[in-house]
């Protein structure tokens, strides 16, 4: 009778409560370095754990983050990861590092253009220019972007909240995705022609990951 009344109590909790929040679990050991092979591992967090006794320092270890990357794609930008995948000793860790490369734009003088807009119905943009040495904060779950307004080619590196985040590019998910999204939803959605909907998906639309 105890365990029904608690039960009830939590579902009637869960059921109050508006919001959910989600974020990658606290490490339960100092580390854990991931492993593929489960053999004679533990299953943590998404990744096998490598024992401990046997981490050795290339598993917290990454080279190469100052090799320029080649940008001569359609957005003019290519993402460098530096996540669970190429540093193991991350896993569980709630971390990961990127190096972003960007194309130089040769028409509007500058550096690297960045902002973010606020969920509804507000839909805020706040944006800023960064120069180097500067540090600018991009709230979890918002649309936000960068783009390159200088003469110059631009790096930025980012520390993103997770082990091993995932990309959404606005554009490819919408007008890219794999079936077709029905092109009368995103007329409604955007309001826009029929006819530009259907061009806009018939384009080839760069995944950058």
Known sequence: MKTAHFILIFCLLALA????????????????VAINDPKDAVFVNGKFCKDPKLARAQYFYYSGLNI???????????????????????????????????????????????????SNTDNRLITKVLYPGDVFVFPIGLIHFQFNVGKTNAVAFAALSSQNPGVITVANAVFGSNPPINPDVLVKAFQLDKNVVKNLQSKFWWANN
């Open 68 to 118: 320029p990357r080649n940008t001569s794609n359609p957005v003019g930008s290519t993402v460098t990861p530096v996540n669970v995948a190429q540093i193991p000793g991350l896993n569980t860790l709630g971390i990961s590092l990127v190096r972003i490369d960007y194309a130089p734009n040769v028409v509007v003088e500058g550096t690297l253009y960045v902002g973010f807009v606020t």
């Open 17 to 32: 409560s508006p919001f959910a929040y989600a974020s990658d679990p606290s490490p339960l050991q100092d580390f854990c």
